[in-house]
């Protein structure tokens, strides 16, 4: 009884007695890279002979952000929106996320400083009832993307919209890449004050 109100009292391991830790599970948890979840997403569709596109089953991996339990949750939620047949379009849908071409257009309108251009772009994701919040993640993600081209080439086929990335890549600077990410990452926190 004294060890076990000792344990509850503190959480450094050096001072729980061995006889304590003895008899104690730790678990040490890490994320898994969205290759890894969107395989696993890919044998469990498979295994059930549930039909997926594999651009969707990357946006679910990516959307589990490391956790193959959040993965598996969304997956069952795709199945279930969808109606059967996972499909880019249903899981686009589900997590209210843009597709990645509008993003694309709306960086193409950045390098051509076609303010314009770009809130036609922001009006026409209000009327399709897209998370604006989803978008500046999603936009952040690009642009990391877009980051790593600049120094490696990315995997043809494993990114979704290879050429577009490495085309912005080649057209924007660095720095411009980098102060774009921090306002896209900046802004998701901001965006309920707008």
């Known amino acids: 009884p004294e060890h076990v109100k000792f344990v509850l009292a503190t959480t450094d391991p050096q001072k729980i007695p061995v006889a304590v830790l003895s008899r104690c599970l730790q678990f040490n948890l890490k994320q898994m890279t ?6 696993r997403l890919t044998e469990i569709l498979g295994f059930e002979a549930i039909a997926a596109e594999p651009a969707a089953v990357q946006m679910l991996a990516r959307a ?4 193959m339990r959040d993965g598996l949750s969304l997956l069952d939620q795709a199945i279930a929106y969808s109606g059967g047949a996972v499909t880019l379009a249903a899981v686009q849908a589900m997590l209210g996320a843009v597709e990645g071409m509008t993003l694309v257009r709306l960086l193409d309108g950045l390098l051509a400083r076609d303010a314009a251009g770009m809130l036609a772009i922001a009006d026409e994701m209000a009327a399709r009832s897209f998370s604006f919040g989803q978008a500046l993640r999603d936009l952040a993600s690009l642009l990391h993307r877009i980051a790593l081209a600049q120094q490696v080439d ?4 494993d990114v979704e919209h290879a050429e577009e990335i490495r085309r912005l890549a080649a057209a924007l600077s660095p720095e411009e890449v980098q102060l774009d990410y921090q306002i896209a990452l900046h802004g998701r926190n901001d965006l309920a004050l707008a």
């Open 64 to 67: 589990a952000r490391g956790s």
């Open 34 to 39: 969205p290759t890894a979840i969107g395989g």
């Open 154 to 157: 990315p995997p043809g086929d």
